[in-house]
T-cell receptor, first 109, second 117 residues
Framework: GIQVEQSPPDLILQEGANSTLRCNFS?????LQWFHQNPWGQLINLFY???GTKQNGRLSATTVATERYSLLYISSSQTTDSGVYFC???????????FGKGITLSVRP | DAMVIQNPRYQVTQFGKPVTLSCSQT?????MYWYQQKSSQAPKLLFH???????NEADTPDNFQSRRPNTSFCFLDIRSPGLGDAAMYLC????????????????FGPGTRLTVL
């Protein structure tokens, strides 16, 4: 099956700093989603981005499908950005979202 | 607002005592999924319904069952919970995973955190 790797596994930032989170995947995909899992466990949809670039406030994402990677950019980080960020992909072969292991982000005041 | 709702948010059960978790959606999506997420791990798909068609993952234990009485509701039944079943259970929906474009985007509910005593 498809492999999804996220890096770095852990990230500590000072409030106001910028960061880039990476997701590599091993096969072509029909769907790539970025999620933020908050401290209460809810998975919040950040981006649906199988290709191209999108922006939403301080967050933006780019997926280069031909090179099989996606990047999530967080600018001017805030303490509320803390949590786990998951990248998940869906291939044409089945309905199953395959998740990476997640990136744990801690933003310190 | 259209959404995915899970009840209860927290559930405590005893070892071996059957428990049912519920999920409802106002998105009118064809597909409903149940994921299990253990501490510090990624969500793991247990099974999904495409309309009334049930699709079980090969490694989902028989202890886990599901029902979808109508488009809006889906239930997860754990027949005899063990200590290893303590986890967050996440319900998700999508319109059509077999297509490209936004129809295969998945939306998650807030989850039910299950404790087994």
């Amino acid at each position: 099956g498809i492999q999804v790797e996220q890096s770095p596994p852990d990230l500590i930032l000072q409030e106001g700093a910028n960061s880039t989170l990476r997701c590599n995947f091993s096969d072509s995909v029909n769907n790539l989603q970025w999620f933020h899992q908050n401290p209460w466990g809810q998975l919040i949809n950040l981006f649906y981005i199988p290709s191209g670039t999108k922006q939403n406030g301080r967050l933006s994402a780019t997926t280069v499908a031909t090179e099989r990677y996606s990047l999530l950019y967080i600018s001017s980080s805030q303490t509320t950005d803390s949590g786990v960020y998951f990248c998940a992909v869906l291939t044409g072969a089945n309905s199953k979202l395959t998740f990476g292991k997640g990136i744990t982000l801690s933003v310190r005041p | 607002d259209a959404m995915v709702i899970q009840n209860p948010r927290y559930q405590v059960t005893q070892f071996g005592k059957p428990v049912t978790l519920s999920c409802s959606q106002t998105l009118n999506h064809n597909v409903m999924y149940w994921y299990q997420q253990k501490s510090s791990q990624a969500p793991k798909l247990l099974f999904h319904y495409y309309d009334k068609d049930f699709n079980n993952e090969a490694d989902t234990p028989d202890n886990f069952q599901s029902r979808r009485p109508n488009t809006s509701f889906c239930f997860l039944d754990i027949r005899s919970p063990g200590l290893g079943d303590a986890a967050m259970y996440l319900c998700a929906t999508s319109r059509d995973p077999g297509t490209s474009g936004g129809a295969n985007e998945q939306f998650f509910g807030p989850g039910t955190r299950l404790t087994v005593l």
